[in-house]
């Protein structure tokens, strides 16, 4: 049974490029969670899906960055025209179900993102 | 709102020594998660216990210990005589719904053979 599966594991976008981040969740799991690690810090949440669903995207930038979980295929975090203060870790966790915290989340191995 | 904070930034020890890992946390919800994960050098997030709200009980696993006292709002990390293979960043997280953590800003601990 794989993981959460995170591709690419590194990606150096030049400034103004767009960068897109799969990820591809457990078997079975159907919510994916996005959350951003910049350097030294903790990881941040961006946002909650559910296959076709935005869930809650409280924590996304409102501008240049956008997210989708299809229907078929991986979740997609997308970041437009890229900034160097985009420069981050980005991580990807699923869970089988909408539950409380007692319902486990697994954590990808992350897309570590460099804008020069 | 929600909050948790991770004072130490980084912490130092040598290898067999006992480290505790301090962890406060803020929420006026009465129903919570905690969380404790070790984020490698690899840069992976290794999930290490989690605890919910209604269950005070101290736990142990192996040289890890895990102390949760509502009344200071704190959930600490000791790992007992440490290992070089113990060092890595530290996160403790709070959840209240559907995995929306609330991560602290990590310790990062070095232990010296």
């Known amino acids: 049974n794989a993981g959460v599966m995170q591709n690419p594991r590194h990606l150096v976008r030049r400034r103004g490029q767009e960068a897109r981040l799969r990820c591809s969740p457990m078997?079975?799991?159907?919510?994916v969670y996005w959350y951003r690690q910049l350097p030294e810090e903790g990881l941040k949440f961006m946002v909650y899906l559910q296959k076709e669903n935005i869930i809650d995207e409280s924590g996304m930038p409102k501008e240049r960055f956008s997210a989708e979980f299809p229907k078929e295929g991986p979740s997609i975090l997308r970041i437009q025209q890229v900034v160097r203060g985009d420069s981050a870790a980005y991580f990807c966790a699923s869970s089988p179900r909408r539950g409380g915290g007692d319902t486990e989340a697994f954590f990808g191995q992350g897309t570590r993102l460099t804008v020069v | 709102a929600q909050k948790v904070t991770q004072a130490q930034t980084e912490i130092s020890v040598v290898e067999k020594e006992d480290v505790t890992l301090d962890c406060v946390y803020e929420?006026?919800?009465?129903?919570?998660?905690l969380f404790w994960y070790k984020q490698p050098p690899s840069g992976e997030l290794v999930f290490l216990i989690r605890r919910n709200s209604f269950d005070e009980q101290n736990e142990i696993s192996g040289r890890y210990s895990w102390n949760f006292q509502k009344s200071t709002s704190s959930f600490n990390f000791t790992i007992t005589a440490s290992q070089v293979v113990d060092s890595a960043v530290y996160f403790c997280?709070?959840?209240?719904?559907?995995?929306?953590?609330?991560f602290g800003s990590g310790t990062k601990l070095n232990v010296k053979p």
């Open positions: 929420t006026r919800d009465t129903t919570y998660y």
């Open positions: 997280a709070l959840s209240l719904t559907f995995n929306k953590f609330y």
């Open positions: 078997k079975g799991h159907s919510h």
